[in-house]
């Protein structure tokens, strides 16, 4: 699912390029927040990333009770329903997933913990952008920062926070006219 968040992501800063010029709209894509994911050490290169690690003359795998060899998730979470889905309670260790169809709907990626759903992370998010005044967006910021850069860019705050050079706020005669900037929100894989 959030793979497939992501290329609707994707089509949405597609369509506000499309509907908007470069030159008058600043477009700004972040989230709000990421996710407890991450990508598991050591796929091969050319892994489907929902698929399986397992390579053993790397070392890349886990040893089951019996101490066999078997696959973990490319990707797994913190926490989520991924843990009841792939632990077997009576034996105290993984089910062996190697045979599971990993892009079937119904699969589930493992996780550490057993919540009813994945929670959020705590990490930093990306925030890229282009137009005018884009290059206020580089570097790390508070998470204030980006709404008084936004009231900024498109001159609505000029009694409190001026305007960017070379601007005049809407009203004025020849006023150069910025379209309100456009934020598109999604969501944020842990390696993006």
């Known amino acids: 699912m959030a793979l497939e968040e992501t290329i609707e992501l994707e089509n949405a800063v597609k369509a506000a390029l499309e509907m908007t010029e470069r030159e008058d709209t600043l477009i700004i894509v972040t989230a709000d927040h990421g996710h407890a994911v991450t990508m598991s050490g050591y796929p091969e290169r050319g892994n489907p990333i929902l698929g399986f690690v397992k390579n053993i003359e790397r070392g890349n795998f886990v040893n089951n009770t019996e101490n066999?060899?078997?696959?973990?998730?490319?990707?797994g979470y913190a926490n989520g329903p991924g843990f009841d889905f792939h632990f077997d309670k009576n034996?105290?260790?993984?089910k062996d997933i190697e045979a599971e169809d990993y892009m079937s709907n119904d699969f589930v990626q493992m996780s550490t913990f057993y919540l009813d759903s994945e929670t959020h992370g705590g990490e930093d998010v990306s925030a890229y952008a282009i137009g005018p005044q884009a290059h206020l967006v580089t570097g790390v910021h508070e998470q204030s920062y980006l709404a008084h850069m936004v009231a900024y860019a498109a001159c609505v705050r000029k009694d409190t926070l001026s305007c960017p050079a070379g601007m005049i706020s809407s009203g004025a005669k020849n006023s150069l006219h910025l379209q309100l900037p456009i934020i598109v929100f999604g969501m944020v894989l842990a390696a993006s």
Request: neutral net charge.
């Open 68 to 75: 066999q060899a078997q696959p973990y998730t490319t990707i």
């Open 91 to 94: 034996i105290g260790f993984w």
